[in-house]
């Protein structure tokens, strides 16, 4: 006959990892793994914390916009609740791309919502919901804190030499955020 008990897990037992291994983590964040892309350490992490800065508040952001996507009302509720999810998925894809160029450069890339939350610049929404008016002013500060610090970065980039960084700030950041302001401040004019 099948034993139905319910086995209770202790604490201490999810804590053990399923293979046990000596090493936690093979490169610690903030370290550089030096990689053969022609470029300096020095540039590769200085790229790196700022592709980094830029990941955080880009997840941010998608988020804003998903929590916004579930929580929108009014006489607009369905064009925004599409809209809103469109420019999440588009901040996600973006996401992606700029924590692979993190790895690429030798980082490590910020992944966890609790480590994007410390680092991230876009000041903290609230958990409750908000009326649409406040909720697309709160998305217009978000893509303006972040293509203030991206295009300082992406002039940093150029400086330096480390152009494939700059393309990805400038062609794939500014242009999707400039192109979802348009989006969004439409909605206010
Ligand atoms: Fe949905």
Redesign the pocket.
């Known amino acids: 006959m099948l034993n139905r008990s319910i086995t209770k897990v202790s604490p201490s037992h999810l804590r053990e990892p399923v293979i046990p291994s000596d090493r936690s983590e093979t490169q610690p964040y903030g370290t550089l793994q030096r990689t053969p892309l022609a470029l300096d350490c020095d540039i590769a992490a200085a790229s790196v914390d700022n592709l980094n800065q830029l990941l955080a508040d880009t997840l941010t952001l998608g988020s804003l916009y998903k929590k916004h996507?579930?929580q929108v009302s009014g006489p607009n509720f369905y064009s925004l609740?599409l809209l809103f999810?469109k420019h999440y998925e588009e901040q996600e894809s973006l996401a992606d791309l700029l924590a692979e160029r993190v790895q690429t450069l030798g980082g490590v890339s910020v992944a966890m919502a609790h480590d994007v939350a410390e680092l991230a610049s876009i000041p903290r929404s609230p958990k409750g919901r908000e009326d649409p008016a406040n909720q697309i002013n709160r998305l217009l500060q978000a893509h303006e804190v972040i293509l203030l610090e991206a295009r300082a970065m992406a002039r940093e980039a150029a400086e330096l030499g480390d152009l494939g960084t700059n393309d990805i700030i400038v062609s794939d950041l500014i242009r999707l955020n400039e192109a979802q302001v348009w989006f969004v401040v439409e909605h206010i004019q």
């Open positions: 996507h579930w609740h999810d």
